[in-house]
Structures are given as C-alpha cells and as structure tokens.
C-alpha cells in the first residue's frame, strides 16, 4: 500500500468503530484509535485496520482522540512517537494524563499546528468533536457529539439547536464523520440525517457502527430519500478505503 514508503495520497482508510485515517494534501490525520496490541497478528496492517507505526515513519501524522471512552482511545497512540519522527497529538481535556507532549483542547478552543487549524466543539457526550482545516478543506470529525435518542422520543430540533448550533457552517465541509449507530435505528440513527440536511458536507462518512456495516448501507437509501445528494462513502468493513478529491 505504501508508495515511496508513504500511503497515496488524498485516501482514507476505515480501522474500526469510530477510527480512521485519513492523508489529505501530505498529512496524515488518525483519529480515534483503540485497538490493543494484542488484536495485531503478524500480518496485521492498515488493510485490516491496523496502524504500524514503523510504516509512517516517512509521514507527517496528527493523532486525534475525542475522547476517553474504550472504543475511541487507547494509550498505545502514545508509543507512537518511538517510531515516527514527525507525530503531533490533538488530544481532548477529559484523557488521563501523559508523558507524551500533545495539543490539549476544551470545548470552543483553537489551535494551530504548523498549518493545521484545529477549533473544538462540546459533545452531547464526553470529550469534543473537531473541526480540523487544512490548505483550504475542512474536515469534521463528530467524536461522540450525537443524537442519542434512546427511547426516541426527543425533537430532531433539540440535536439540530443545542448541538450542532455552534459547528463551522460557514465555511463548507469537505469530509464529514458523522456517528451513524445501529442501536439508534429509526431514532434519528445517530443524527446522522439532521447533520447531513443541516451542513451538507462534500463527502459523508459514517462511523461508530460496531461493526453493523450494513446498518450504513439502509441509513444511504434513507439520505437518498430525503434528498441528500452529495457523496456518501458506505462503510463496508475494516481496512475498507476510499479515494477523494
């Protein structure tokens, strides 16, 4: 997969729940990264979802954590600067403290790194969602910041005023990654739909699946039908990759 010792350009590769990688214009953006070192066998890698740091040591990676729940970090990220020279962590308020030297956040904060913008948002749930600029494209990247509507019976307007009022608006999503959660089906699956209508982002990526990858594919025909016509990347599996731009 590497070219030159570095991953293609301009890609995007699923890991697992809630975690991506993304390399956008020579920077790598990893965001929410939990698996344990024992869930890696010796053919591991990004192709099963798996980060090998060894292989990003020719990369300029940015390591984002939203937040502190299990299936969104691990410390492991934080042996990562053993192997690669040039790593940078976004890190929000509520992680447990570190060795490791990083960026920390609170809610409605913004930092630049190198030139990487970074602004953060409250979540409806623990730690923060980000939105994350670079040379011009704009990416969101939800965390937990959701719909939770568990016994389904709370207004799409509530998700739409108190939680997604103060998100960059202005300046158009390029890359959305939204939660699109399986357990919320027809319960506003996650407010994936109210984000979509509300920000109409460039490409839509769904995260936060537990591995129901064909819960993504229903929540696609529901976005076609109210109208949602822009690019939608239907999750398929760990490893799963996509092209952009």
């Not at 890609?11 to 993304?22: D, M, P, R």
């Not at 060894?54 to 990562?80: A, K, R």
């Not at 089906?185 to 129901?212: C, E, N, T, Y």
């Amino acid at each position: 997969m590497n070219i030159n010792g570095k991953l293609p350009d301009n890609s995007i590769w699923h890991l697992i729940q809630s975690s991506f990688l993304l390399k956008l214009n020579g920077k790598v953006m990893i965001f929410d990264y939990f698996i344990a070192p024992g869930q890696i066998t010796e053919n591991s890698g990004i192709e099963t979802g798996v980060i090998r740091p060894e292989t990003l040591i020719n990369e300029e990676v940015y390591v984002f954590v939203s937040h502190s729940h299990e299936d969104h970090f691990n410390p492991v990220v934080f042996d990562w600067n053993k192997s690669i020279p040039d790593i940078h962590y976004i890190l929000s308020y509520d992680l447990p403290k570190s060795q490791v030297k990083g960026t920390i956040l609170r809610p409605n904060e913004e930092k630049t790194l190198k030139d990487i913008r970074v602004r953060s948002y409250p979540s409806t749930d623990d730690g923060l969602a980000y939105s994350i600029y670079v040379k011009g494209k704009h990416i969101y990247f939800s965390g937990d910041n959701a719909f939770w509507n568990w016994d389904g019976d709370l207004d799409d307007d509530i998700y739409e005023r108190i939680a997604l009022a103060d998100i960059d608006g202005e300046k158009a999503m390029d890359i959305a990654f939204q939660v699109c959660d399986p357990r919320l089906d027809g319960m506003g699956d996650g407010g994936i739909h109210i984000f979509a209508r509300k920000f109409q982002p460039k490409l839509l990526v769904p995260i936060h699946s537990f591995g129901q990858y064909e819960f993504n594919a229903r929540v696609e025909n529901r976005l076609r039908k109210s109208g949602f016509e822009n690019t939608y990347w239907c999750v398929s599996g760990r490893g799963d990759s996509f092209s952009i731009f």
